[in-house]
T-cell receptor, first 110, second 111 residues
Framework: GDSVTQMEGPVTLSEEAFLTINCTYT??????LFWYVQYPGEGLQLLLK?????DKGSNKGFEATYRKETTSFHLEKGSVQVSDSAVYFC?????????FGAGTRLTVKP | DTAVSQTPKYLVTQMGNDKSIKCEQN?????MYWYKQDSKKFLKIMFS???????INETVPNRFSPKSPDKAHLNLHINSLELGDSAVYFC??????????FGEGSRLTVL
C-alpha cells in the first residue's frame, strides 16, 4: 500500500539555520503530497502542498518540490525561527486516503 | 466558528469502561476521518467515511466502532477500554483527495 517515510528526529537547529527534512513516498498512481505542521497542544494544519510532478509548494518561507523521479518531497527553509519549533509531517493523498509519515520534531534555539 | 470540532477535549477513564468521542464539521466536506496519535507523535489512520459510508477500516480492534449519522458527523465509540488505547484521537475532514482539516484532538487517558 501507499506509504510515506520521513527522516527521524528530533532535529535541533539554531535560529537562522537552514532546514531540510527529507521525505520519500511509495504510491500507486499520482498522489498529491503535503506537509503538515503540528504546534504543541494543537491539531495538524496544512503547511504546503503539491498536486503533480515538478510542482513546488511554498508557504511561510518553507518550500518543497514534488520529485516523481526520486519519489521525494523534501521540506526546506532557508532561515528558521524559534516560532518554527513544531512537529512536521509529510503526507500523501490518494483517493480518499491520506497517509502520514512518522513526524519530525524540530526545535529551534535562539 | 470552528471548522472541525471534537468533544471532549480530555477524557480520563478506567480500564473496561465504554466511551465516545464526537466530531462535527461545518465545511460541507464529504469525507471524514479518525486518526490515532501515540505518545511518539506517530499518526495512524483508523477509519475514513465518505458520505456516511465506511471506505477505510484499518486494522483496528473491533472494540472501536465509528458511527456517521450524517456526512457532517463522525463519532467514535470505544468499548472495554484498555491501557493501550491511551492516545490523542484526531478527527479530520476533506473534500476527498485534498487538504485535511483537523480538529484539536481528544486526549484519552485510560487508568
Amino acid at each position: 500500500g501507499d506509504s510515506v517515510t520521513q527522516m527521524e528526529g528530533p532535529v535541533t537547529l539554531s535560529e537562522e539555520a537552514f532546514l531540510t527534512i527529507n521525505c520519500t513516498y511509495t504510491a500507486t498512481g499520482y498522489p498529491s503530497l503535503f506537509w503538515y505542521v503540528q504546534y504543541p497542544g494543537e491539531g495538524l494544519q496544512l503547511l504546503l502542498k503539491a498536486t503533480k510532478a515538478d510542482d513546488k509548494g511554498s508557504n511561510k518561507g518553507f518550500e518543497a518540490t514534488y520529485r516523481k523521479e526520486t519519489t521525494s518531497f523534501h521540506l526546506e527553509k532557508g532561515s528558521v525561527q524559534v516560532s518554527d519549533s513544531a512537529v512536521y509531517f509529510c503526507a500523501l493523498s490518494n483517493i480518499n486516503d491520506m497517509r502520514f509519515g512518522a513526524g519530525t520534531r524540530l526545535t529551534v534555539k535562539p | 466558528d470552528t471548522a472541525v470540532s471534537q468533544t471532549p477535549k480530555y477524557l480520563v477513564t478506567q480500564m473496561g469502561n465504554d466511551k465516545s468521542i464526537k466530531c462535527e464539521q461545518n465545511l460541507g466536506h464529504d469525507t471524514m476521518y479518525w486518526y490515532k496519535q501515540d505518545s511518539k507523535k506517530f499518526l495512524k489512520i483508523m477509519f475514513s467515511y465518505n458520505n456516511k459510508e465506511l471506505i477505510i477500516n484499518e486494522t483496528v480492534p473491533n472494540r472501536f466502532s465509528p458511527k456517521s449519522p450524517d456526512k457532517a458527523h463522525l463519532n467514535l465509540h470505544i468499548n472495554s477500554l484498555e491501557l493501550g488505547d491511551s492516545a490523542v484521537y484526531f478527527c479530520a475532514s476533506s473534500r476527498g483527495e485534498g487538504e485535511l482539516f483537523f480538529g484539536e484532538g481528544s486526549r484519552l487517558t485510560v487508568l
